[in-house]
């Protein structure tokens, strides 16, 4: 009987720490709604904003890229002199690109 009263007491407690939990989540939840339509009162703003958002994050990706890929080809463009086999692995690279044209 003691381990019976031992296991109440013990789901009791976690029920109780479950349901405070609960609450300060849903207090968060409010509070972060509350500060999202304070600066967000037109939802055609939020979805504009988010609009340019996008197009500005996909051009900087895109960019951002391209200038990796451009900077590591020129590195390893002037690797090629110093490491003979790398050489030769470009020539075989461009020579199989070549060919399935």
């Known amino acids: 009987m003691v381990k019976n009263n031992h296991s109440d007491k013990s789901l009791t407690k976690k029920t109780a720490e479950k349901i405070i939990r609960d609450n300060e989540n849903g207090a968060r939840q409010a509070i972060l709604e509350d500060l999202f339509y304070d600066f967000h009162r037109s939802r055609r703003r939020v979805y504009g904003m988010n609009f340019w958002r ?8 895109v960019l951002g890229a391209t200038l990796s890929v451009t900077i590591l080809v020129w590195i390893l463009g002037h690797l090629v002199d110093v490491f003979p086999p790398l050489a030769d692995f470009f020539n075989t690279l461009i020579n199989t690109m070549q060919s399935r044209r």
């Open 54 to 61: 996008g197009i500005f994050f996909g051009f900087g990706s």
